[in-house]
């Protein structure tokens, strides 16, 4: 593997990361090869087909690391069993995994490639594992966000039942369906 550098970078519910690169010749083989110029050095790539300078300043920015791979793991992208969860996924033990609004499509790819390495279809696996989807609940006419769980089995364990309590979650309405239909079977 080649050494790589990122620009780590920290939000509410985990930190993420964006490739880095501060000479010309790091961009060799990237499609900003022979576009992004000396002056316009350093700079990060954001994932989304575009770039911009890079900063210390931008008051979400953690650290540069160099290292071969992926500069984070699953539990420092999307925090585990945060204090403040609100959005997310839950396993069948009830362990949380936060991330925002926009973020459990890749979440979800990061929780497959370390708990079901090959799976296709990220979100339907776990799913069908039996992982909750913690997603928000705003319609654009509501006053507040809520939270909304959704299973796709339809079903709740125990442990997930319990830390859904916790989390303030148990008066849902399909959160009480759900233990509801599923307290028989525990």
Same mark, same amino acid.
């Given at each position: 593997m080649i050494m790589a550098k990122y620009a780590i970078y920290k939000s509410d519910t985990g930190y993420y990361y964006k490739a880095y690169h501060d000479t010309l010749e790091s961009l060799k083989g990237t499609q900003f090869?022979?576009?992004?110029?000396?002056?316009?050095?350093?700079?990060?790539?954001?994932? !989304?087909? !575009?770039?911009? &300078?890079? &900063?210390?300043?931008?008051? +979400?920015?953690?650290?540069?690391?160099?290292?071969? !791979?992926?500069?984070? %793991?699953l539990e420092q992208m999307f925090f585990k069993n945060q204090d403040t969860f609100k959005l997310g996924w839950m396993s069948p033990e009830g362990d949380t995994y936060s991330c925002d609004y926009t973020s459990h499509t890749r979440a979800a790819q990061a929780l497959v490639d370390k708990f079901f390495p090959g799976a296709k279809l990220p979100e339907r696996t776990l799913g069908k594992a039996g992982w909750l989807k913690i997603?928000?609940?705003?319609?654009?006419? =509501?006053?507040?966000?809520?939270?909304?769980?959704?299973? @796709? &089995?339809? %079903?709740?364990? %125990? %442990? =997930?039942?319990?830390? @859904?309590?916790?989390?303030? @979650?148990?008066?849902?309405?399909?959160?009480? =369906? +759900?233990?509801?239909?599923?307290?028989?079977?525990?």
């Open positions: 090869d022979g576009i992004v110029t000396e002056d316009k050095l350093p700079v990060v790539i954001d994932g !989304g087909g !575009g770039y911009y &300078t890079f &900063t210390e300043d931008d008051y +979400m920015f953690d650290r540069l690391v160099e290292c071969e !791979g992926c500069p984070l %793991k997603i928000d609940s705003w319609d654009g006419t =509501q006053r507040e966000h809520g939270q909304f769980v959704y299973s @796709l &089995t339809g %079903k709740v364990t %125990k %442990k =997930q039942a319990d830390r @859904l309590f916790d989390l303030g @979650l148990y008066d849902n309405e399909e959160v009480r =369906q +759900m233990i509801k239909d599923c307290e028989d079977s525990w």
